[in-house]
């Protein structure tokens, strides 16, 4: 089973700071096979990145995936308002598939 | 684009069996394949298993292996999840979530709006 590691667990930044959330595979994922999902209190996850760095549809620019292997990044360029929220990360390489604890990002 | 409708919030009691639907509209329902994913309070989400709506066959993640069913009906554009004998760890928001893309192992999107089943005595 592929373990996926996130860090840091809560990340404090200010509207328009710039966020960097790690993810860290146990083994490597073959072809990039990592999405990137945003939660928000009460709603469902929201799938923002898949292939390790395609954005979904909808997925504002300002967000960017990177890495390949075992290390993975997501990037905010500029944090908006509506971007506080917890990202988790899920390796598709593998059965079974696998998601990581999350990254909460707080207002700071 | 599609959607996925779950069914209401239940609550079991221990040993106890429970049956969450979800509907999808709006696209070709034998497409692609359905997910159920878990998320306990305040963890990360959790794969449960899938099944290929146009045949039925189902892979189910080891930890639910005995316990856990998906079916689907072709006829309602419907898939459900069945979850026996019930404990209290099993309280979670259970999600349903369509694959991005063709093939069993692939990330999700769309995901339902979840159904809360909570075991309690």
């Known amino acids: 089973e592929v373990v996926l590691t996130q860090s840091p667990g809560t990340l404090s930044l200010s509207p328009g700071e710039r966020a960097s959330l790690s993810c860290r595979a146990s083994?490597?994922?073959?072809?990039?096979?990592l999405a990137w999902y945003q939660q928000k209190p009460g709603q469902p996850p929201r799938l923002l990145i898949y292939?390790?760095?395609s954005r979904a549809t909808g997925t504002p620019d300002r967000f960017s995936g990177s890495g390949s292997g075992t290390d993975f990044t997501l990037t905010i360029s500029r944090l908006e308002p509506e971007d506080f929220a917890v990202y988790f990360c899920?390796?598709?390489?593998?059965?079974?598939?696998?998601f990581g604890p999350g990254t909460k990002v707080n207002i700071k | 684009q599609v959607q996925l409708v779950q069914s209401a919030a239940e609550v079991q009691k221990p040993g106890a069996s429970v049956k969450v639907s979800c509907k999808a509209s709006?696209?070709?329902?034998?497409?692609?394949?359905f997910f159920w994913v878990r998320q306990a309070p305040g963890l990360g989400p959790e794969w449960m298993g899938v099944?290929?709506?146009?045949?039925?066959?189902?892979t189910y993640a080891q930890q639910f292996q005995g316990r856990i069913t998906m079916t689907r009906d072709t006829s309602t554009s419907t898939v459900y999840m069945e979850l026996s004998n019930l404990r209290s760890e099993d309280t979670a928001v259970y999600y349903c979530?369509?694959?991005?893309?063709?093939?069993?192992?692939?990330?999700?999107?769309?995901w339902g709006q979840g159904t809360l089943v909570t075991v309690s005595s």
């Open positions: 083994q490597s994922i073959r072809n990039s096979y």
């Open positions: 899920q390796q598709y390489d593998s059965s079974p598939l696998t």
């Open positions: 709006g696209d070709s329902f034998t497409t692609y394949y």
């Open positions: 292939g390790a760095s």
């Open positions: 099944i290929n709506p146009g045949g039925g066959t189902t």
């Open positions: 979530a369509r694959g991005g893309t063709y093939g069993r192992w692939v990330w999700f999107d769309p």
